[in-house]
């Protein structure tokens, strides 16, 4: 778990900041790696229980900020749902059963149904998180 966060998220960040800031990538990696290291001797699961829930928090305000300050700077909710209508991707409860259809009910029910079992049953974050738990029961909640 703590290899696949480091590899996966600190150092692809500090590929991209790195060459901006001067900054020695190197350095930041082992930073970061010893950062994650120390918190996770140091608090164990919990601690990274504890670092995923305020990584989630962060990614929703995140999500929050960039939909309110993408509707503001193209104009408002008016002219977004005016663009889409145009372009003929405004479309609820499209119930078309072709499978030459982009986005309809029947596929996004699929598609999201398979995406959720394939991401929770052989993810290995997930399967970890699973198997830390103490009786089967609990990993089902």
Known sequence: LLCVKVLLYGIR????????????IHLIGT?????????????GLKAV??????QVIAM????IVVVILGTVTIGGPSVIIDLNS?????????FNPSLYERY??????????????CFNSVNQT???RY???????????
Do not use: E
Not at 60 to 63: D, G, K, L, Y
Not at 104 to 117: A, N
């Open 31 to 43: 930073i970061v790696a010893v950062v994650c290291v120390f918190y996770t001797f140091l608090g």
């Open 126 to 128: 997930m399967v970890q």
């Open 60 to 63: 929703f305000i995140s999500v």
């Open 104 to 117: 309809s009910v029947f596929s996004v029910v699929i598609g999201g149904f398979t995406y959720w079992t």
């Open 86 to 94: 145009k372009g003929g991707r405004f479309q609820f409860f499209n």
């Open 131 to 141: 198997l830390s738990l103490p009786t089967a029961r609990q990993s089902k909640m």
């Open 13 to 24: 960040f500090w590929c991209t900041v790195a060459p901006i800031t001067g900054i020695d």
């Open 49 to 54: 229980v504890w670092t995923d829930s305020w």
